[in-house]
């Protein structure tokens, strides 16, 4: 998806697609080592993208910010903020759900 395109999405929806790389990457953890890193890789540039968007100011911004760096913690075993993929995966659910819900309407 382009940046043109994505930005055409609500905040909730980018963070659900967020939250779809975060899932996948809880479920190849430690069995997929390229798949992994491919869903890490395409998470950061998902929120690279949402950070990106210009809607997104102040609080909001900070918040797509810090929790990138969370899910970069939790990517390399959580020894920061002591945050788990699992954990994250759990925060990012109901994004999705949200977005769901968006487009059935």
């Known amino acids: 998806m382009n940046e043109e395109c994505w930005q055409k999405l609500s905040l909730a929806e ?11 990457a809880v479920k190849e ?5 390229e798949r992994y890193e491919n869903a890490v890789v395409r998470a950061l540039e998902l929120f690279d993208c ?6 997104w100011r102040g609080a909001r ?9 969370v899910f970069c913690d939790a990517a ?3 020894g920061m903020y ?13 994004f999705a759900e949200v977005a769901m819900r968006f487009r059935q309407k």
């Open 29 to 33: 953890k430690g069995v997929h080592g």
């Open 82 to 94: 002591k945050t788990t993929l699992e954990d994250l995966d759990r925060y990012f659910f109901g």
């Open 14 to 24: 980018q963070l659900g697609n967020i939250g779809g790389e975060v899932h996948r």
């Open 76 to 78: 390399l075993g959580g």
């Open 61 to 69: 911004r900070k918040e797509i910010g810090r929790v990138r760096e």
């Open 50 to 55: 949402t950070f990106a968007d210009p809607r």
